[in-house]
């Protein structure tokens, strides 16, 4: 495309403003550098300078998180993102630029990283102002940790940031590397940090839910999440790695007109899930400051305790008949019909007489892949359902 004269940005660009939208390009402000005809996202510029990576010193354990990107206490490093940055806000049609700080979220040597604060503050600055100078109207977006604490843990300061009228938009994500849907997620730190400001929040919602039986996360489960994001006072969604849903069917269509409406979304079928891990990502890698819930490893007589949101208001919608059944389902791994357990819900044990079982000690096979174990399914009646808002989920192991 480029030596036939075509522009590949310049081309989205008209095309978005052709079809009456904004387009705010991504920088991927750190990169973890591969080696030469290997990695395809690297540059020059990281092949050539790796004496300016965060373990160059030699003085971090290998497996350290981060120690292959670049120290933002550089100058040369700052110049050379910056570089890119101002070429594009210079040279193309944008109506913003977005920085993507929660791609390889490690920016400072860990006994460096409260002068690192200060540094990347600085240079958010310096971004913004020229993304101003560039437009008035332009905008800076930041995509970040949604816990502040893990944010400032790695060198960033969202606070600092909305203090300073800095930023245009914050956008909190979690389960960025895997792209894993996470209903549980919260905002609220953000939401609340930007009250009084000009700042806007986002919420980064993904689609990828790769369980046992489904890769992307079907609609009752998109407005499960969607839900819970505006129910806590967020400005907007971030539909992140939806690409991954290519080729985009009717169904995909369905999701996105749904989505930005939760008045539409609130009578509606939702699945609320608590993320557990999957075969695709064993081990999912989390952002700085946030942990996983499941899976828990259930002991003889020691309750495990799991918290639950949901943002329906079971009883106006009861009132008016329009809910149909409430399940609450638990899946147990490697149980057998001899184990013996209890379930609580808000503290109240629920009674056997909701309850269905079922038997999946051994498949033979699975949509996807198998899990083993057993099913515990509770159909609520309406004195033993959950409550808008945060639910407390117990198991215990009794023999």
């Known amino acids: 495309l480029i030596e036939e004269g075509n522009d590949p940005l310049r081309i989205i660009c008209e095309r978005a403003h052709a079809k009456g939208m904004l387009i705010y390009p991504t920088l991927l402000v750190q990169q973890s550098s591969g080696e030469r005809g290997e990695d395809t996202r690297t540059s020059e510029f990281r092949l050539q300078n790796k004496h300016l990576e965060i373990g160059a010193g030699g003085d971090l354990d290998p497996g350290l998180p981060g120690i292959n990107g670049l120290d933002f206490k550089h100058e040369e490093v700052r110049d050379e993102r910056f570089a890119l940055i101002e070429e594009t806000l210079n040279n193309y049609p944008v109506d913003g630029f977005e920085l993507q700080l929660n791609y390889h979220p490690y920016y400072f040597h860990p006994k460096e990283m409260e002068a690192g604060i200060r540094v990347m503050t600085d240079w958010v600055r310096r971004v913004y102002e020229a993304v101003k100078r560039s437009g008035a109207e332009r905008e800076l977006a930041i995509r970040i940790p949604a816990s502040i604490e893990g944010c400032l843990s790695v060198g960033l300061d969202p606070q600092e ?5 800095i930023v245009d938009v914050i956008i909190g994500q979690t389960f960025s590397g895997p792209e894993l849907v996470d209903p549980m997620a919260d905002f609220k730190p953000l939401v609340e940090a930007a009250k009084e400001s000009d700042c806007r929040i986002h919420a980064a ?15 009752e489960m998109m407005r499960a999440i969607a839900c819970n994001y505006w129910e806590q006072g967020i400005d907007g969604l971030y539909l992140s790695h939806w690409f991954s849903n290519w080729p985009y069917k009717a169904s995909f269509y369905e999701k996105l007109r749904e989505l930005p409406h939760p008045d539409v979304m609130a009578p ?3 699945i609320y899930h608590i993320p557990t891990t999957t075969r695709g990502y064993p081990n999912p890698e989390l952002e700085p400051g946030l942990t996983m819930q499941l899976p828990v490893d259930l002991e003889v007589g020691k309750p495990a305790k799991l918290d639950l949101t949901i943002s329906d208001d079971l009883p106006r919608w009861g009132r008016v008949g329009r809910v149909h059944e409430v399940l609450l389902r638990f899946r147990v791994t490697s149980a057998t019909e ?16 909701l309850l269905r079982t079922i038997n999946r000690m051994y498949l033979m096979r699975s949509p996807r892949y198998r899990v083993m174990g057993y099913w515990f399914i509770y159909k609520l009646d309406s004195d033993h359902r959950p409550r808008s808002g945060h639910n407390s989920v117990e198991v215990t192991l009794n023999e």
């Not at 001899?338 to 503290?347: A, C, E, H, I, V």
Request: glycine letters at 8%; proline letters at 5%; hydrophobic letters at 30%.
């Open 161 to 165: 940031w909305i203090r300073q009228g």
């Open 338 to 353: 001899l184990d013996r357990l209890s379930f609580k819900l808000n503290g109240r044990e629920l009674p056997g007489t």
């Open 268 to 270: 509606r079928d939702k």
């Open 205 to 219: 919602i993904q689609s990828h839910l790769d369980s046992d039986r489904l890769s992307e996360a079907p609609i």
